[in-house]
């Protein structure tokens, strides 16, 4: 909707011999009606060429607009994208964030603990899967927020002072993201991808590829959920054995025991305060 709006915009530009450009965002776009403000262009020079809507024949259509057109101007390595194309690269990486939060912040550990934990009470849907995602993400934000912080600080009001590079701001973006991401992956991770890219690894930070890190550290958070969902499983699944045992000593073997076991399940769990201590668990597991 915001790229729309944009491109609907009635804009009129005009050439001057030293290439700066002026645009006359107003609603009148008359060829003929000369700018207040002087220019040292001519209207032949303006790149908005016709009003739009009176084209005639196909080339009299292939002219029109043409300031509407994605252009990256460059002068000796010094210049700015274009608005249009700064709005295309901002809807992509909107498109692209949700595999960002996946793969490089806390938020797979979360959900498969969370996941695990609505397993072991055999609740099925309870909690539904929204809360779960939705407790997930403002997790990971709370866990992510000084990292965000940090790439703010460091990367972005950098860059918008003019002080960074694309490339400088790429690199300082990512820098904090990294020292997040390291001292969470297991070592062996590191190594197995090290190996299998050929590449040899003197055992620090900076000498790891970021492609080599996320792969790790999605590894390193698949590992490590698992391992915290089967020490969440242990009480419950010994609450299931002495329910079993039971029905069995009374002879009821037809009845199901995860049917008699998920109310006193559901009980422990309250009694315990058990959401308190998953998350809280979880979260310091990242500190």
Sequence with gaps: MVAFLFFAIPIVSYATEAGTVYVDDTTDT????????????????????????????????????????????????????????????????????PSFIIMMTSFTRIILVLHFTRTALNTQTAPPNMVIIGLALFLTFFIMQPTILRVYNEAYVPFENGELTQQELLDSAMKPIREFMYPQTQRKDVVMFMEISGDEWDGTLDDIPTTVLVPSFMISELRTGFIIGFLIYIPFIVIDMVVASVLMSMGMMMLPPTTISMPFKILLFVLADGWNLIIGSLVKTFY
Aim: hydrophobic share 35%; aromatic share 6%.
């Design 30 to 97: 008359d060829p003929t009606i000369e700018p207040d403000y002087h220019l040292t262009g001519t209207d032949d020079e303006r790149t908005n060429i016709t009003e739009p809507g009176t084209a005639q024949t196909a080339e009299d259509l292939s002219e029109l607009n043409i300031a509407n057109y994605v252009t990256v101007t460059y002068d000796n390595g010094n210049g700015e994208i274009n608005g249009a194309l700064r709005i295309f690269i901002t809807l992509t990486l909107l498109a692209l964030l």
